[in-house]
């Protein structure tokens, strides 16, 4: 690679999509760039977006597949809302992303799709390519289909396999524009592709055809460097959401010394945690598909009265299906974790788009006062963390507890550092001892009013427990209607103890002042870059930002942390269920509110705007 | 083992109250599954009972193991997970037809499918007895009930088909106050590795009196019942003169008379319960009155691998082929990098 580029520019931070047909490999092509992002030592985080379609209607809008991908020499927290360079394979894909374009960003299409019916079938009169429209954009026009089979031509592939790698091709191409080495994506294909050379050669040979025809056409033009991020000493990895939460409960099953078992049904965007699970029968997980969602959750139900740490994971219209057993789950006081990636809803809704609106489910969906533990993870990374802590919880406090997630912290990936087991703390379940004399299977301990948990095999603890009311102590069925009130009342207050443990809830940026930015979830990334925008625009204003992992209970310095500031904003993807549960909860303050209900994570912009309002009222 | 031979039925009598109505058939049951319980070779601790809703699903409290006593047609996905956790546990699930075959039904199939080693105690009296009187699955065609005040339109379910044809492992009946074939049978359902599924014709005295008197009326029941035992030829009757046999003309089961147009013993079908084929098993778990006895006794025990075996082997030999033995060797492996 020679190096007669006469400018190259450093940036701090880039976003770049890759966006085709469902079908051109964009997720690929993506998934290679963050490998190759990792190389050089960025710190990034990445968002795949798909239809809910396997193959949509080629050249259609609603086909378009997207994979974005923010890096920079800074950290990264988002997957980012504006891309600074994309990739459009075809005219549908640009129209469907133009308008989440910098003004004066990159666009690279493959111009060979800029002719007949793929224009107008993306809506366009003309080609956009000629009649002006793109000029405050720099537009990289390659004829990336014809250049793709030519340099595989003395392979003797014919166009349809040619084809195939248009979006190494396209690959190629941003390579060039990042300054970034071919050789380790070239030794992804030698190993990828072992089985068969011919398409490791025409893999290599596209790749590298991409690299020189931006460099040959584009030579005296801008390319671009983004220098590491000086990360900390130790061992990095990057992982998706889904990943990170099946991985988290093989390390609270192995810390907590229990086997790990999964009951759960497929369903988008969670079917990424089952299948990951599955794949770890050789460290013992019994993950386990079951007929339905109902048999997911009663399965873990029976696999917890047995002893194991059990778990199910599902999304929206699963929840709802699984609301039934997790009243018995709070009946019998059993341990297990309920995951929910919320998608879009109601009822089917948006299955591969992200929301928030599962929340008044998880804490309300259940008939009679059932109080669950409910938590919720931020970012693709602590969705680790957050599992591990809802297994412990569970286990710890002999409750049922929810998990929160969603799409796009699901399917979006970022770099962490690696787990190590040591680092973690330790979890102890509440196991009874055999022959226990004084064991009667609802007594609890006095601190955190968990009951033990006696599983069958050990010896002199035979018991009965189930759906029905429980008398105190004994476990015994009771119909008393004092005794109803009493086990309601400490099932409740077993789960506000929780607040005991989780710690207080942290402010990010200015402690008190005149506006707090409250959320919760997985729209972290967007909250905390939107801190950092609108402190820059209102350097005189005080603004901190609250975001809630912890639910039910909510940290015990909840309202502190509230009291602090002038004008509280909660900003939700949703049409404001978190509001309504801090309303119920903390009445005595006003929650202004910013929502989105688009399938679409924030955008930074949108929330500046939102609360450049409120600061200038 | 010294310990498991001493058990006696004392030993899983529970402290609570039994609450069934005077004259219920659930009673000989109890009796039944306390008097197998410490024949099955198991400590008492390692017994599991799981259960739904409903009459029938009150019995994880009267027998003294460890029990579950779940929610509405969910006992067997219950009853699965605590196999999976732990094979070494003997899990058994009383189930009603209502419980089971409604709202459990798609449960129920897939719990056969997968041949999951439970034993399914399925009390069947053809109505709704805890929800009072409202037709089940398994309710006669034509019956007035009170959510049929003109008489059923659905055609009922019968169970022994739905195990065969789900492929099942394991078919038997029984009459719920014939202790003698019940006890016979529940302990070979204990024997079975597999899902066992023993259909237990009760009777409830409040809401559906009398629905098996047919078959079971003391005066006709040697003629209206065939006690299938395994190896022996098809006999049945008052006198011990009547037979099945396959109908040399229709490949249909008939009934025969021994003695009558040069029929001997010989021309009955003799009962195989390891017939691997669903086809005879299937024929003989259909017959009913008033044309056919109805058939007792084991009519189906085939061998197939159960899921918590084939689990377990898939367990054993991921670990022998994987590199990774811990969570932390999981979270090392892929793709990482060092930062110095």
Known sequence: MTEKKSKVIELEEVVVKFAGDSGDGMQLAGSLFADNTATVGNDFATFPDYPAEIRAPHNTISGVSGFQIHFGSKLVISSGDIADVLVAMNPASLKANLNNVKYGGTIVVDADTFVGDG????????????????????????????????????????????????????????????????????????TKFAKNQTIVEANKKVLAAGYNYAENVDANKTTFIVDK????????????????????????AEKAGLELYLGSYPITPATEILIELENRRDLGVKAYQAEDEIAGICSAIGAAFAGALAITTTSGPGLSLKSEAIGLAVMTELPIVIVDVQRGGPSTGLPTKTEQSDLLQALYGRNGEGQVVVIAASSPGNCFNFAFEAAK??????????????????????????????????ITPRLAKANDPNYAP??????TLARQWAIPGTEGLRHRIGGLEKENITGNVSHNPENHQLMATLRDEKVQRVADVIGDQKIIGDQEGDLLIVGWGGTYGALKNSLDSVKKKYPAKKIGLAHFNYINPLPKNTEDV?????????????????????????PQFKYEQYNKLKGLPFFVSELVDAYSKLLEE | MENILKLTKEDFISDQMVKWCPGCGDHAILTSLEKIMPQLGKKK?????????????????????????????????IASGAKIANPNLSVWVTTGDGDCLAIGGNHFIHTIRRNMDIKIVLFNNEIYGLTKGQYSPTTP?????????????????NPGELVIGAGGTFFARSMDMNLKTQEEILLAASQHRGTAVTEILQNCVIFNNGAHAYINDREHRADRLIHLQHGKPMIFGKEMNKGIRLSPNSYQLEVVNIGENDITVDDLLVHDIHQEDRGVHMMLARMKAPDFPVAVGVIRSVIRPIYSDLLIEQIVRAKNSSTITNADELMQSGNTWNVE
């Open chain 1, 442 to 447: 609802y007594r609890r301990d006095e601190k």
């Open chain 1, 393 to 426: 919880i569970a286990l710890e406090h002999m409750t049922p507890v929810i998990l929160l997630t969603d799409g796009y912290i699901a399917n979006g990936s970022e770099v962490i550092p690696v787990p190590k087991l040591a680092d973690l703390p330790k």
């Open chain 2, 45 to 77: 601790e390692d017994i599991l009972i799981i259960s739904g809703i409903g009459c029938s699903s009150r019995s994880p409290y009267y027998i003294n193991t460890y029990g579950f006593h779940g929610i509405h047609g969910r006992a067997l996905p």
């Open chain 1, 229 to 252: 991020y000086p990360l900390k000493k130790g061992k990095y990895r990057y992982i998706t959401g889904n990943s990170a939460t099946a991985w988290g409960m093989i390390a609270a």
């Open chain 1, 562 to 586: 509230f009291k602090k500031f002038k004008k509280i904003v909660v900003c939700e993807l949703n049409f404001g269920q978190f509001a309504k549960y801090l309303k119920i909860n903390l």
């Open chain 1, 119 to 190: 224009i107008t079938k993306a809506g366009y009169t003309n080609s956009p390519l000629d009649d002006g429209s793109l000029k405050d954009y720099h537009l990289i026009a390659a004829p990336i289909t014809s250049l793709t089979r030519e340099a595989q031509k003395e392979l003797g592939c014919d166009n349809k396999t040619a084809d195939k790698c248009r979006n190494v091709f396209a690959l190629g191409i941003i390579y060039y524009l990042f300054n970034r080495e071919l050789e380790s994506t070239f030794k992804y294909f030698e």
């Open chain 2, 141 to 157: 065609l034509g019956k007035v009930t009170k959510t049929s005040p003109m008489g059923t339109i659905e055609e009922p379910f």
